[in-house]
Structure formats: structure tokens, C-alpha cells
């Protein structure tokens, strides 16, 4: 089945310990992303990826950061999160041929920091 | 530059009742524009999409929306909602090469 994986599905944390959320997409897509959702602002771009190694910011990088050292994975790394932090976060993929232009998504983490 | 705006953060509505959800979007080129579903405790989904051609694009669960060039608006619309279609609905549009640009989102819940 072609989907988006997230792990893990919700997170509780303390300020500063660092965190990883995995991403993961099996359809061979070379962009991915990384969403953030707050209710009264919908989602907004955190980081994007159009290749292996190719990342760059989107519209709320502060704070994140992350690599594409392969196709399929694309994790967001929190270095030491803070309570503006918490959030939910949707991982996204799609493929940069074809005129289709959909974004798929992953199902979600929800992250508490304390 | 490129936005969207949802007018309606919340459209509560009965079951079998219409259901109109309006997105305006600002653009000085050609735009290509999205609604998106979220269930709860889901990711989003792609309902429909407007890239060309007609204007009234719809999808396989009765939704339909249009693309109006002079009112700059994409609205969403359903002639009679189910329970199931209870959701967060966003609106988006395609920013650059892949980036996509979010509204607010619209809560649509609907009861018995």
C-alpha cells in the first residue's frame, strides 16, 4: 500500500531534550515536507526536501532541523524543544514529474512539550 | 504574493443540508488550487483540485467546487452532507514549483 509513515503518533516531551520524528514514504517520491498544524492558522511549511541531500526552509524554520541522507526518509530533528513547540506535524511527499501535483500525507504526531 | 483565505472557521450544519464552504485566493499568475480533507485523527487527503481546463471540478464523494477567475474564489459545496463528512476542510494553492500555501481551515460538523 503507498502511504506516508510518522513515528511516533504522539510524543510527550520535556523542554530541551532533544527529539527525532521519523518520516517515511514508499512510492519513490522526491519531494517531501514537513507541516506543522495550530488551530486558526492551518498548516505552514517547516522544511523541505527536493532530493537526497537537497533541503531547504520553508516558512517556519526556527527551531528544526533536518537531513535526507535517503529517498524514502526524511525525519524532523527538534535539537532542544520548547513549549511553542507543541504542535501537530504532518510529514508530506509527492513526485516532482507528472502534472498531478497532490501532496500525500502522513497521519500525523502529535507533540506535547512540557 | 500567493494566498488563500477560508471566510468560515466553523460551518456548523444538519444532515442533508447544503453545505457551501468559501475559499478566496490572491494570485497574479496562473493558479492551481486544492481543497484538502482532514478526518478526525487523520492526515489530510486530496478531495479535488482545480489545474485547468473546466471550472466546476468535482469529487467521487459528491463534493464539487468552482473556479472563479473574476470573484477569485474556489468554493467548495455539497448539495446534502452526511455524519461522515464531519471534517476540517482546507483550502490551498500551489506556490512556486511544489510549495503549497494553507488556509485557516473549516470545521464542518455535522448533525442528526
Known amino acids: 500500500e503507498a502511504q506516508v509513515t510518522q513515528n511516533p503518533r504522539y510524543l510527550i516531551t520535556v523542554t530541551g531534550k532533544k527529539l527525532t520524528v521519523t518520516c517515511s514514504q514508499n512510492m519513490n517520491h522526491e519531494y517531501m515536507s514537513w507541516y506543522r498544524q495550530d488551530p486558526g492558522l492551518g498548516l505552514r511549511q517547516i522544511y523541505y526536501?527536493?532530493?537526497?541531500?537537497?533541503?531547504d526552509k520553508g516558512d517556519v524554520p526556527e527551531g528544526y532541523k533536518v537531513s535526507r541522507k535517503e529517498k524514502r526518509n526524511f525525519p524532523l530533528i527538534l535539537e532542544s524543544p520548547s513549549p511553542n513547540q507543541t504542535s501537530l506535524y504532518f510529514c508530506?511527499?509527492?513526485?516532482?514529474?507528472?502534472?498531478?501535483?497532490?501532496?500525500?500525507f502522513g497521519p500525523g504526531t502529535r507533540l506535547t512539550v512540557t | 504574493a500567493q494566498s488563500v483565505t477560508q471566510l468560515d472557521s466553523q460551518v456548523p450544519v444538519f444532515e442533508e443540508a447544503p453545505v457551501e464552504l468559501r475559499c478566496n485566493y490572491s494570485s497574479s499568475v496562473s493558479v492551481y488550487l486544492f481543497w484538502y480533507v482532514q478526518y478526525p485523527n487523520q492526515g489530510l487527503q486530496l478531495l479535488l483540485k482545480y489545474l485547468s481546463g473546466s471550472t466546476l471540478v468535482e469529487s467521487i464523494n459528491g463534493f464539487e467546487a468552482e473556479f472563479n477567475k473574476s470573484q477569485t474564489s474556489f468554493h467548495l459545496r455539497k448539495p446534502s452532507v452526511h455524519i461522515s463528512d464531519t471534517a476540517e476542510y482546507f483550502c490551498?494553492?500551489?506556490?512556486?514549483?511544489?510549495?503549497?500555501?494553507f488556509g485557516a481551515g473549516t470545521t464542518v460538523t455535522v448533525r442528526a
Open positions: 526536501s527536493m532530493n537526497v541531500e537537497v533541503t
Open positions: 508530506a511527499s509527492s513526485p516532482l514529474a507528472g502534472v498531478s501535483y497532490e501532496q500525500y
Open positions: 490551498a494553492i500551489r506556490l512556486g514549483d511544489y510549495k503549497l500555501s
